[in-house]
């Protein structure tokens, strides 16, 4: 469904036109913003008479996801499919508009809307090692449980997402056109960042493998992306825009990157950034229990894993920072850089403990 108005411009403008598409009456419902990623924004739309349906109201971000459409096709597909196949399971699903559609576009904005499934939290931070248990388990079964589903009907939402070898040409590229004072600043962590070639080899040869099995992957992990019930036991993953045919070291991969370390990605506590061993294997075991058909290949390179998505995110803060910040928000003129050198401070951390 498309909306063309001028006269939308600020954001209670925009909601008003949100929920009239969606036939939701604004007085009973209260807005909520409840996401923290870099990329898209999330709302809750919470009923207000304790009677009705809560939402899920998201933008996709079209600087990112050049082709929205082709999102709501693979959410679309994977939910029919998940539906069908296992009725008993929990999931978002996307609400109709008055058009009987699952995209609205209002001017440039693209936006969808999903129920809300009562009775679930989700989490900002890792607080235990059975969250992360909890969470690789629902990582997991999402996965397998679309081990029978076409992949290759999935459009590709992001081309080379993580692809490294191509993160790593993109960071050659914004060095080449970069300033000098970024350039300077960014020197001694570019200098550890080239020590890890042989990472960078591996996840080149992983495709042609037959032990490292292509497969629907999520493609963003982070524990914010998991619903969890009252007693914080997994429901079901959300957020399915990166969902495309890929191989187990981006799921396995992103979340030792975002669960093992005690501290954000955005802190400069360089200090306390550790590997918490415990978090580390019930990441592992979490994952095993949910997906049976995970390969002795692919369990012998679980730490590989966590290395390739550890050093592409280095590689892509980096590569904004050289690029004056174009595609990850920040809050101050070195975040990104101070991110790289997070990340690349974890990779190091992982490293010496494996
Ligand atoms: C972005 O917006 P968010 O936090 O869900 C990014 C991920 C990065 C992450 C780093 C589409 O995800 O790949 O790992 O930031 N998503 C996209 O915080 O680029
Ligand atoms: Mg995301």
Redesign the pocket.
Known sequence: MKISDPNISSTDQLIIAVLRAYDIPADQYKLHSIDV????QTYLLQDQSGKEQHYILQNINAN?FEHPEDIDHNIRLISEYLQQHYPQDKNLLLKFTIEKSTLLQINDRFIRVFDYISNTVTHNTVASASLAFEAAGAFARFSHHLKDFDVNALRIT?PDFHSLHYRSQQLEKAYGEANEERKKAAHSTLQKIAQQKRVIEFSINIPFEEGFIRRVMHH?T?ISNVLFDREDKSVCVI?L??VMPGYLFSDWG?MIRTYVCPVH?SSQEFDAIHVRKDFLEAIFEGYIQGMPSVTALEKEHFITFGEIMILM?SI?FMTDYLNNDQY?PTEYAEQNLHRAINQITLLKALQEKN
Request: charged share 45%; hydrophobic share 25%; no cysteine.
């Open positions: 990623g870099l990329i898209n990112v992001i963003d982070k957020d825009d990166t992103d990605e995110q892509r990850y």
